[in-house]
Each structure stands twice: as C-alpha cells, then as structure tokens.
C-alpha cells in the first residue's frame, strides 16, 4: 500500500479527490492565489508582437496629454518649449527614416509585427549607433510631446513606452533575428545597444 494511503488517507477518500485539481489551483480559481504562472503568462505572450509601434505610441502620447490636463505644467515659455520640441521632434523623425530607408535598401521588411520575414540583418548607417533607430525614433517624438506639453510627469509616457517595447516588441523580435541569423546577430547585438 502507498506511503500516503497508509498514513490515514483512505483508498475512498483518493477516488473521490481523483478528479479534483490540487488546492493551490482551486484556490486559483477562487481568486484567492494569483495566477503567476498561467494566464498572465499567456497574456503576457499574446501581447508579443501585436501592437503596432505607431499605434502604441499614439496610446501613449494620448495618456501623456491627459496626464498634462490632469498635473500642473513646468513653467516654461512657449516659444522655447516649442522650439526645443520641435527640434527633438525633427531628429526622431529624421532617426525613424534613417531605419526605414536602411531597412528598404536592403530589401528587407519594416513590419515590426512579423521579423521573421527578415530577408537579410542590416547593420550599416543608423544602425550602426542603434539596433532600433525606428523606436528611438517614436521615443524621442514623445520626448518632444512631453516638452511641448511642459509636463513633468507626461515623462513617465516615455518610460511606460520603453518598458512596453522592450518586453513585448524587441525582446521577441531579437529571439527570432538570433534565430535567424545565429552568431552574426550575437556579435551585433554584443556591439551595438539597443537603443543609444
């Protein structure tokens, strides 16, 4: 007879808890657990790869401004957060083409929603400084959006973005360009960060 059938737990008592998922997933169900390692795992991974760069920065830039409405705003004269945005604006742009016209003279796909369509591992012009100068780019726009709002806390949009895309925007990507391209992308990415 079993160690634990011996030690008080009947050979009844077995078939009836048979079908029953062990306490910690019951208490899971409850609600009383919190479910670390299944669903929040798999919702975790549905959001790889899913939203479009442009559209989360847009969410987000949209969060920032009501974030301005909602805070009081740095005192700053409009002329000068203007032209200061307007330049950080113009270099992320500027940065965001550079990727994309790297990206398109290699013949190689910009949808940051499918890289394992990827026909080559472009490493020259941009980027050179940056795995992901399209990114840097967005990001410097909202730094520019968080300027022209003269708000300090719509800086937080630009952390909430970074945070966002490194989780579930370049980490998958990198997994699959590693897989891909093996060894040759290890050593860019040992040689080039991510973002500046």
Known sequence: MPAAISRGTSATNLAINADRPPAPLRLRRLGRLPDTFGLSRHLMRALELRVPPPILALLVA??????????????????????????????????????????????????????????????????RLTRNPMYVGL??????????????????????????????QIAPEEKVLLGMFGDTYSAYQAKVRRWL
């Open 139 to 168: 990001a410097l726009v909202l730094l520019a959006w968080a300027v022209f709002l003269s708000s300090v806390l719509a800086l937080l949009g630009i952390l909430v973005f970074v945070l966002f895309m490194n989780r579930f």
């Open 62 to 127: 949209a969060a920032m401004w009501g974030i301005s409405l909602a805070t009081p705003l740095a005192d700053v004269p409009t002329r000068v957060r203007l032209v200061v945005a307007i330049v950080i604006a113009l270099i992320g742009v500027a940065t965001a083409i550079s990727g994309v016209i790297a990206f398109r003279r290699a013949k190689t796909t910009v949808n940051p929603l499918k890289p394992e369509t990827s026909s080559s591992l472009v490493t020259s012009g941009i980027y």
